[in-house]
């Protein structure tokens, strides 16, 4: 599952820092004017999860193989990139083909990176992008309900269609986002094929100065207060940190590096979670002696449709999974051990995967 987040905000407020930080795959072009990133850079990014360290430990496999989601780096926005300011109009479609959105906000002081609209303010460059944005999609959807009203005149089915259209126009004039608007999975039926920039669930990243980086600061407390009701999280890390701490190979100089800083972990993981959060995504895994390996889902998915990312022909032939609860793999230490205890369950066609289920599917083609 190529599921993307795109990094957004506008020029050097630590975009490009952050996908380097946080890309495994990928590295971004680093540099303090305009327009650095033209077109997007994207990374394949490994979700971090200790219970696929823990099933490697019991299993021994030949290969550990983490879940990954992309992480796409997006050229900076300026005021009036709706109107095709800068590299207005690519920028947005980039955002478009994105699944989530990860909104980087400068939250620090520095006379040395440069600024175009003067001093700090976390909440005006919010709102810079989220402007642009909803103009854009209010373009987008004056522009469709030009075409369903004459429809709607002859199929009168339309006209449920048009009430929603008509609903998203009056918020976005209102200077508020999609996702605000609370659409039923029904009504958003409506606006699916204008693929809404405002509708993506948004996390935000308050990029700090290292003094601030455990505590925040008046900058990042003013970004939180900005978005509490948008039922938003928002990551307070400094990008240039988590960034050294990403191009070192040893695990003990990061240890050792992270020590120095106070940090019990990367905030990049803390990100990263965030964001597989965001999508609302699972992890099941398989354990084997050739791999122990995580996989992603959506959740909800059913067990053909989980079996489906390993291969369309288990969903084809999809017979039924044999599956075991994470914490009794990890209590009992083995499959063998779980079927013998009866923690191996035998699921058809209409189980619910879990997060964290150990599976193994049986399948017929």
Known sequence: MALQAGIVGLPNVGKSTLFNAVSNSAKAQASNYRFCTIDPNVGLVDVPDPRLNKLAELVVPNR??????????IAGLVRGASKGEGLGNKFLANIREVDAIIHVIRCFEDENILRDEGAINPVSDKEIIDTELQLKDLESVEKKIQRTEKQARIDPKLKAELEVLVRCQEH???GKSIRELGLSKEEKVAVADLFLLTDKPVLYVANVDEASMHTGNKFSEALKAAVKNENAEVIIMNNSIEAQISEMESPDDKQLFM????????ALDRLIHAAYKLLNLYTYFTAGVQEVRAWTIHQGWKAPQAASVIHT???????????TAYDDFVKYGSEAA???AGKLRI??????VKDGDVMHFRFNV
């Open 347 to 352: 699921e058809g066609k209409e189980y619910v």
């Open 313 to 323: 022909d288990f969903e084809k032939g999809f017979i039924k999974a044999e599956v």
């Open 172 to 174: 976005l004039e209102k």
């Open 259 to 266: 020590e120095e800083y106070k940090m019990t972990e990367p």
């Open 338 to 340: 779980c079927r013998e």
């Open 64 to 73: 550990i193989v983490p879940t990954q989601i992309e992480i796409v780096d």
